[in-house]
Structure formats: structure tokens, C-alpha cells
């Protein structure tokens, strides 16, 4: 059986990311997919800490905090970086991550309609801090921190996917970023997992917005 096991709808959303970090490193997990109708009923929510989903078993422990399920997995499989330093810009770039993806799901979930040709026009003042940071590291050609992939790769990766979809032109100021995604999603696999149908037929987010 999985050593771990993932609850939450049957979309991407806030979990991609944890998705493709299992996938890359080899490891099974199974889905406990939630329908709205289950959540509706309150009992799943009573039971989650913050009411919230996802969800994240493994073993005996149950998390809930999409961040950190990914810390988690970073710590138990070598994802986190090997020296402080090199942890905090990790956490450092995963936060300017978040940080992105809560105006993300602003816009989706809120003002998709009204507000997205402002997104996209001033999208660009946000994804330059990532390209300036990652010009840093081994002059883009790597990873954000150090020498090997840590799980803020795997998040500001699947939060870039999703604005590829939103934007598809948006990386082509950013030539370290354009590459950094294909690079990332060229591995053999996360390309698998990208080509899956597990992948392909879940949606992004939940309302049908992407």
C-alpha cells in the first residue's frame, strides 16, 4: 500500500505541486478525492485543523496546510537544501511563492471576470523578482537554491505552469524562466506525471475558471 495518501478535490489547486514533488522522486501515494457535496456536509471540515483542505496522510500523522505537506516531504526525502543558508532562501523563495499564488486564486476565485487583463498586464512586476533571484544561482541554469531541486522548485514550477495557462505569453520577458520550466518539467518524471491522464483530466481549480 502508498505510504501516503492525499484528501482533496478532484483538482489541482493547492496540491499539484505536492503531486509532481512525489512523482519526481519515485514515490506512490494514493487519493482520497473529496466531492463538494462531502465537504458541504461539514463533517471532513469539522476534522481538518484550520477547516481547510488539503489534506496528508502519512502513517499515523494527518496534516493539513498545503506548505506544509510540502516541508514535510522536503525534510523526509532531502528536498530542503543542505545547509541553513541555503533552507532559509529556500524558504525565502517558496514564501515569494505563496505570495503569488494567493493573488492568483484572488483573481480566480473572485474577480476572474473583471480583473484578469489587469492581472496579466501587472503580472510582470511579480515574476521578475523570481527571475532576478534565479540569475543568481549558477546563472539560472539550475535551480533556485543550490545545486539540487528543493520543493520550492515544485511549487513556484506548478504555479507557473498555471499562469502559462492564464498567460501564455507571460515568460517571454524572462528568458531564465521560460527555460526553468521547461528544464523542471522536461525531467523524466515529472514529464510522465504531466502526461498522465491522473493529471490531464483534473482540472486546475474548482470553479471552473482554467
Request: net charge negative; aromatic share 10%.
Amino acid at each position: 500500500m502508498p505510504e501516503y495518501t492525499i484528501i482533496y478535490f478532484n483538482v489541482r489547486g493547492r496540491c499539484e505541486a505536492a503531486r509532481i514533488l512525489l512523482a519526481d522522486q519515485g514515490l506512490e501515494w494514493k487519493e482520497e478525492i473529496v466531492t463538494f457535496d462531502t465537504w458541504l456536509q461539514g463533517d471532513l471540515k469539522a476534522k481538518a485543523v484550520f477547516g481547510q483542505l488539503p489534506g496528508f496522510k502519512d502513517g499515523d500523522l494527518t496534516l493539513y496546510q498545503s506548505n506544509a505537506i510540502l516541508r514535510h516531504l522536503a525534510r523526509k526525502h532531502g528536498l530542503y537544501g543542505k545547509e541553513p543558508n541555503d533552507q532559509s532562501c529556500i524558504d525565502m523563495m517558496n514564501d515569494g511563492v505563496e505570495d503569488l499564488r494567493i493573488k492568483y486564486l484572488q483573481l480566480i476565485y473572485k474577480n476572474y471576470e473583471e480583473g484578469k487583463d489587469d492581472y496579466i498586464k501587472n503580472l510582470s512586476a511579480d515574476l521578475k523578482h523570481f527571475e532576478s533571484f534565479l540569475s543568481q544561482n549558477n546563472n539560472g541554469k539550475g535551480f533556485l537554491v543550490g545545486n539540487e531541486i528543493s520543493f520550492a522548485d515544485y511549487n513556484l514550477l506548478d504555479l507557473l505552469r498555471n499562469h502559462l495557462v492564464l498567460a501564455p505569453g507571460c515568460l517571454a520577458e524572462f528568458p531564465l524562466l521560460c527555460a526553468y520550466v521547461e528544464r523542471i518539467s522536461s525531467r523524466p518524471r515529472i514529464q510522465a506525471f504531466l502526461s498522465s491522464d491522473a493529471h490531464k483530466n483534473r482540472p486546475i481549480n474548482g470553479n471552473g475558471k482554467q
